[in-house]
């Protein structure tokens, strides 16, 4: 069985590759392929990846191109973790939309627009060279912001897509350490969109302890600024476990303050990173996944896809919390708007379990959200000007249409955007 890695010359590859050795048993890969546009940091991750493969599980063979056919022909599994324009185009974005008193988050925040529209035509781009060299691949897609990235490729490139993200496990962990149990003991009804979900209901072998949890919960934080927190009386009046990155709406003054206080972006801290791990990459004599890799973020991601690729392959009927399209679970979104939930996944794919209505407590902000990707998608399949200004004239973290203007003209000269 073979998978292909695009991007596999990002610094969190040698991860993946980790724990792909410790689920071996499970899925039994013996071709890897990395592919990546950057030939000098492609060699310098592929090297150190062929070391570490070497002393951990030889019978793999791992390789790195730059050519899409010798990496996607005959696939069996094809993970995207891509970044156009670098952490450089990250840190220029957020930097701009701050200046402009408008949050910059690159997933939840208009930088995640930006994101979103020189990513998509690249990864469809990818999909249409995948229809003639690997026709049955599944396509995990890790790539920010995943929710809007992944519908589009389900609707316009790749049906065979299953979108990921840290963020419910991560909760999930964090709830099984709270409460003293193993995590395949705790159950969570998630439910809502990437980087938007709510937890409604959470269970230990079956039983209900969201009650417990929203008593002594210490919240589950991704957003990088832990010290801000909402008030408690607030997690009892939504009833529900929010995703920590709904910080950014719930608390939209006060995380533009902080964001504006730090001295770094966040881009700029995973630059340091990565320059620290590309040079333990490029040194012959290494060979063991470096501790500094626990700062570059996306942790657990090896966990969640390589669990994914297994649920499918051996067809387990195993739920786990993606992002794929509604088809009728959520009563409130239609049916091709991508959703994150739990879900059946088998052979066939990742199956939405029926979640019905949510609350009118954040049943608006999900649907005013999923307008904003929605539009988003419209605008980098068509290229059109129109709909890209209206996505983040929706975007409820804009709030202006002359600020939408201004970030939008941005965004077009600095990505060389071609929106007509």
Same mark, same amino acid.
């Given at each position: 069985?073979?998978?292909?890695? &695009? ?21 039994? &890969? /013996?071709? $890897? ?8 940091? @492609? ?9 570490? !493969? ?12 730059? +050519? ?26 957020? *930097? ?18 930006? #994101? ?9 781009? =990818? ?11 599944? @396509? ?8 809007? $990235? ?15 993200? /840290? ?5 999930? !962990?964090? $709830? ?8 395949? +003991? ?15 209901? &959470? ?12 008593? #002594?919960?210490?919240? =589950? ?26 910080? =950014? ?30 040079? *333990? ?48 679970? @959520?009563?409130? @979104? ?9 879900? !059946? ?20 902000? !999900? ?13 980098? $399949? ?16 804009? /709030? ?15 990505? /060389?955007?071609?929106?007509?």
């Amino acid at each position: 069985m073979k998978l292909c890695v &695009i991007g596999g010359g990002s610094t969190y590859t040698p991860e993946l590759l980790s724990g792909l050795t410790e689920k071996k048993k499970e899925i039994p &890969i /013996n071709e $890897v392929v990395l592919l990546d546009i950057d030939p000098e940091r @492609l060699k310098d991750v592929g090297e150190f990846a062929k070391r570490m !493969m070497t002393h951990l599980a030889p019978e793999i063979k791992l390789s790195y191109t730059c +050519d899409r056919k010798e990496a996607l022909i005959k696939a069996d599994f094809v993970v995207t973790q891509i970044r156009v324009g670098h952490q450089i185009a990250r840190h220029d974005d957020t *930097i701009f939309c701050l200046k402009n008193d408008v949050i910059g988050q690159e997933t939840t925040g208009a930088a995640g627009f930006a #994101k979103a529209m020189r990513t998509i035509p690249v990864l469809l781009d =990818y999909a249409k060279d995948m229809q003639t060299l690997c026709p049955d691949a599944w @396509l995990i897609n890790f790539t920010n912001p995943s929710g809007i $990235v992944t519908e589009a490729l389900i609707r316009f490139g790749w049906p065979r897509t299953i979108g990921l993200c /840290n963020g419910p496990i991560g909760m999930q !962990m964090n $709830v099984a350490s709270n409460l003293g149990v193993k995590v395949s +003991d705790v159950g969570l009804d998630y439910v809502g969109l990437n980087h938007l979900g709510w937890v409604r209901k &959470i269970t230990v072998k079956g039983r209900d302890c969201t009650e417990e949890i929203l008593n #002594k919960f210490v919240p =589950y934080t991704a957003t990088n600024i832990p010290e801000l927190d909402y008030d408690p009386t607030f997690y009892h009046a939504l009833k529900t476990l929010p995703n920590g990155y709904l910080k =950014y709406y719930y608390l939209e003054d006060e995380m533009l303050k902080k964001l504006k206080e730090q001295r770094k972006t966040r881009a700029q801290v995973v630059m340091e990173v990565e320059e620290e791990l590309l040079a *333990i990459y490029r040194d012959p004599t290494q060979h063991e996944k470096p501790a500094a890799l626990s700062k570059r973020g996306g942790a657990y991601y090896s966990h969640v896809a390589l669990s994914l690729i297994s649920a499918i392959y051996n067809d387990r009927n195993e739920v786990h919390i993606v992002n794929t399209l509604n088809n009728g679970a @959520l009563k409130d @979104l239609s049916d091709d708007a991508a959703i994150e939930i739990a879900c !059946m996944v088998n052979k066939t794919g990742a199956h939405p379990l029926a979640a019905g209505h949510v609350d009118l407590a954040y049943r608006g902000l !999900m649907q005013h959200v999923k307008a904003y990707e929605q539009l988003t998608v419209e605008a980098a $399949v068509t290229s059109s000007y129109n709909r890209a200004l209206l996505a983040l004239v929706n975007h409820p973290l804009v /709030n202006s249409e002359k600020k939408a203007k201004i970030l939008l003209d941005y965004f077009i000269k600095r990505h /060389n955007l071609e929106l007509k």
